[in-house]
């Protein structure tokens, strides 16, 4: 099978956004067995082509959206595929689509942030041949939004590379306790959440201490520091840290935190969490029940808007180290079984095998 993907034009492959890391994952499982090509945008200090095996990754001029698509276009036009995947960007796969009506074209969704539900979006999106999600969460989502495709939905999860995201041996020697966040540092997010529930826990628990991985707005991270000031949180905010080198924040935590207070999709971090054998004490909302586990591999927090109800299970995990353990190596064990790039990988070819054969 010859498979082309079509990456957002915001970030190169490789990349630090969740969506590249996904793309890049599922595109090097694929290749053991399929011929797959990304096209991404060009970027300083990545070759134009770059071949690893079976996979291709062709970097074409960007600058706008539509420079992007037009590079795309023109990337293709000569060009034959069997399944072409466009990621995140329903315009980019209806102009592809129509570019290549004789070739099966699928958008693959990671949240519900570029389907608004609006006329263009529900025109776009209906040119597709497959749609995928990466939880049931959001599958139900765009299934309210477009029921016209919810017939071409399939829920895939999203993997994590169990080789490099691995539980640390030290984990339960050490004195102190420390809450890892990461992602994007913006108030959806709820850090201020997480803040203040661990000024509560620290009552408590007075080694403990907050991790922060992540960018955002300066006048936005200025606030979260000042918060921290008043409430007496020993918090540090570590910045951008590339992806390769996510693994070494994950084994030095003693918990992952995910207090998100608008839908997520799914969330990466929660399974390269679970991989690092990390409870996780995350927010009951969207697609994150799809892989926390209430009281198996970490806690689910009802209701999440509450600072007391995060600190709850924080304040829990860190006085009971025999059940953080057990949690821990639940973790460890889920990550292996159901989220493995390996899994996805073979789950979405099960798909593409069938849209290709009509």
């Known amino acids: ?7 957002p034009e915001q970030i190169p492959v490789p990349g630090n956004g969740s969506v590249e890391i996904c793309m890049l994952a599922i595109a090097k499982r694929l290749a053991k067995t399929e011929k797959v090509t990304i096209v991404s945008r060009k970027s300083a200090g990545l070759q134009p082509l770059s071949k690893l095996g079976n996979l291709t990754i062709a970097r074409v001029l960007g600058g706008s959206s539509q420079t992007y698509l037009s590079s795309v276009l023109h990337y293709i036009e000569d060009k034959q595929y069997d399944l072409i995947q466009v990621d995140n960007r329903p315009h980019y796969m209806t102009a592809i689509k129509q570019a290549k009506p004789d070739t099966p074209v699928t958008l693959f969704l990671h949240s519900l942030t570029f389907v608004p539900a609006s006329k263009a979006v529900s025109k776009s999106i209906a040119f597709s041949d497959c749609i995928i999600v990466n939880s049931d969460s959001l599958k139900h989502r765009i299934a309210q939004r477009f029921p016209q495709v919810a017939h071409k939905l399939n829920r895939i999860h999203l993997g994590v590379d169990i ?10 020697r050490r004195k102190f306790f420390h809450v890892l966040f990461a992602g994007r540092v913006i108030p959806r997010k709820g850090v201020p959440v997480i803040v203040r529930a661990m000024s509560i826990v620290r009552k408590q628990v ?3 201490k907050l991790i922060i991985v992540g960018t955002g707005k300066a006048n936005y991270l200025k606030e979260l520091k000042a918060l921290a000031k008043l409430h007496n949180v020993d918090v540090e905010f570590k910045g951008r ?3 390769t080198n996510m693994s070494s924040m994950y084994r030095a935590a003693d918990c992952f935190v995910c207090p998100s207070q608008q839908h997520e999709a799914f969330g990466l971090v929660n399974v390269e ?8 004490v995350a927010s009951n909302i969207g697609g994150i029940k799809e892989i926390v586990k209430h009281d198996s591999n970490g806690y689910l927090v009802n209701p999440y808007t509450k600072i007391e109800a995060h600190a709850k299970w924080l304040i829990s995990l860190a006085m009971n ?13 889920d990550a292996v079984e159901r989220f493995s790039w390996k899994r996805t990988a073979a789950n979405l070819i099960k798909v593409y095998k069938r849209v290709i054969a009509g």
């Open 273 to 280: 969490a679970l991989s690092s054998g990390l409870p996780i």
């Open 241 to 243: 840290v590339s992806h």
């Open 1 to 7: 099978m010859n498979i082309l993907m079509v990456a």
């Open 163 to 172: 080789e490099a995201f691995t539980p640390s041996s030290e984990r339960g």
């Open 206 to 208: 007075p080694h403990a």
């Open 321 to 333: 180290k025999k059940a953080a353990d057990k949690l821990a190596k639940q973790a460890r064990k």
